[in-house]
């Protein structure tokens, strides 16, 4: 059973910086690609960044290009979201979610998804 588990949201005043981390448990996770989504109230789940297997390749949301930059350490089984000048707009929970394939950005095509974590941006 693949666990993953989000750490670092929080509260920060925009233009700040938060990180977040997805430590992923109970499967081999250089074979699987990652991503980060996000979920505002009133709002469906949408995607944010992604990243393949070995890391070399990665894809953003437009909204966040620029800014927020994914990683990920195979050797410590996690997966990483660097936020930087953060915006009201950026505020929701932050699911990360592993993909066997490559790195799509439907929600749907992720088997298994961490509880959230959530990250408030105040104006």
């Known amino acids: 059973q693949v666990q993953l588990v989000e750490s670092g949201g929080g509260l920060v005043q925009a233009g700040g910086s938060l990180r977040l981390s997805c430590a992923v448990s109970?499967?081999?996770?250089?074979?699987?690609?990652m991503g980060w989504f996000r979920q505002a109230p009133g709002k469906e789940r949408e995607f944010v960044a992604g990243v393949s297997r070995s890391g070399s390749f990665t894809n953003y949301a437009n909204s966040v290009k620029g800014r927020f930059t994914i990683s990920r350490d195979n050797a410590k089984n996690s997966v990483y979201l660097q936020m930087n000048s953060l915006k009201s707009e950026d505020t929701a929970v932050y699911y990360c979610?592993?993909?066997?394939?490559?790195?799509?950005?439907?929600?749907?095509?992720?088997?298994?998804w961490g509880q959230g974590t959530q990250v408030t941006v105040s104006s």
């Open positions: 979610a592993a993909n066997d394939g490559g790195v799509p950005i439907d929600a749907s095509s992720y088997e298994y």
């Open positions: 109970g499967g081999t996770f250089s074979r699987v690609a």
